[in-house]
Structures are given as C-alpha cells and as structure tokens.
C-alpha cells in the first residue's frame, strides 16, 4: 500500500495552462504538506494544511491554489503556468511534531 | 523563524571512506532534527530523527547522527560509505509547539558521490 500518493508523476504542459496535482495519504496524519524542489534540489515548502484548515501559506504566488476536501487530501491547482513553475512537486504528510512521509513526487515542466 | 544550514553542497568520496555531513539549525524552542536521503529520481526517505534523550541516534543504513545542543548541530555520520550510498543528503527541523505550525524546514541538501 502506497502510504502518500501523488498523480500525476510527470506532467509536461504548455505556458498559460491550468493544471493540478493531486495527493492522497492513508496514514491518517492530520497534517498535508506541498513542498517544491527546484533544479538545484532546494527543498521549499509552499503550503500545509491540518485537518483541512490552512496553517502555512509561504510566499507563494496566488496562482497556487491548495485544496483540502479531507484530512487525507490535498490537492495542489496551479493557474497561468509559467517556465518558472517547472519543478518537482512533493506532497508529504505527518501526525504533529513527527516526521514527514513524501509521495514520489510529480515533475511539472512547463514549456 | 527556523533555518537550517549545510555546510557542503558537493562530496566526493570512495568507497569504504567515512562520511561526515553537516547540518546546524537556528530557532530559539525545542526541535526535532530528521536527516532524509533522496536518492537519484526517487522521493526523499527518512534515514533517521531525533525528538529528546540519546543525542547519538542511529537510522538506517548504517547512518547515526549526534545532536550537540550548544553548537545547534545534527551532523550525520556514516563509518564506511558504499557505491550505492550516492545520493542527496537533507536535514531538516521542525519546530516543536502550536505556534511553530508543524512547519519542516530543510537545509540546502548534499550531493555526495561514492566512486567504486
């Protein structure tokens, strides 16, 4: 059983699109994390929610959309892509104060 | 606000070298330390964690770690490295307590490569 699922796992699109990705854990934490590794593999997180309720927003451009229906959702929606989004993005989650489990990642390559 | 710092981007090593990595955090409260691995075109993977006592913890693979609280480090060890040990090295810290939102900050990461 896959514990932090992410689709899809690679996503080439073109410039002005929307997209998302999706993320699913059957761990039952109650706190869901986007994270986005760059080129240079820097780690950066964007958002993180707990049960469903918003708890991080860092500077991340509004055009980054996070959407929690559950606990054991969270979906990231991305509007206007641009050639700077290109990245892998991470889903993680993990019960409070305790260690992150991330999903394979998704590479999004905007071109 | 809690950071975390690397101090090597790159290592080169061989097989059978030892292996020391660097990490120091700053934040004021309470921490637990994690260092990840992330191995070529895979997700990151728990190699160990520190939450209280022991301050040398061992985690998997042959890895420990030493939390030094003066010096606000967690520097990861390994004896002997192996080929398959290539790989992207995080630390990373996450800020005890409500205030600190659950909040895991990563350091920079480290490229270590074992040459056979």
């Known amino acids: 059983d896959t514990a932090v699922s992410q689709t899809p796992k690679y996503l080439v699109t073109q410039m002005g699109n929307d997209k998302s990705i999706k993320c699913e854990q059957n761990l039952g934490h109650d706190t869901m994390y986007w994270y986005k590794q760059d080129s240079k593999k820097f780690l950066k997180i964007m958002f993180s929610y707990n049960n469903k309720e918003l708890i991080i927003n860092e500077t991340v451009p509004n055009r980054f959309s996070p959407k929690s229906p559950d606990k054991a959702h969270l979906n990231l929606h991305i509007n206007s892509l641009e050639l700077g989004d290109s990245a892998v993005y991470f889903c993680?989650?993990?019960?409070?104060?305790?260690?992150?489990?991330f999903g394979q990642g998704t590479r999004l390559t905007v071109v | 606000a809690q950071s975390v710092s690397q101090h090597n981007h790159h290592v080169i090593l061989s097989e059978a070298a030892s292996l020391e990595l660097g990490c120091n955090y700053s934040y004021g409260g309470t921490v637990n330390l994690f260092w990840y691995v992330q191995y070529p075109g895979q997700h990151l993977q728990l190699l160990l964690k520190y939450f209280s006592g022991d301050p040398l913890v061992k985690g998997i693979k042959g890895f420990e770690a030493e939390f030094i609280k003066s010096k606000f480090s967690f520097n990861l060890r390994k004896p002997s490295v192996q080929w398959s040990d290539t790989a992207e090295y995080f630390c990373?810290?996450?800020?005890?307590?409500?205030?600190?939102?659950?909040?895991?900050?990563f350091g920079g990461g480290t490229r270590v490569l074992v040459k056979p």
């Open positions: 990373a810290v996450n800020a005890r307590g409500r205030a600190a939102g659950n909040k895991l900050t």
């Open positions: 993680a989650s993990s019960p409070r104060d305790s260690e992150a489990f």
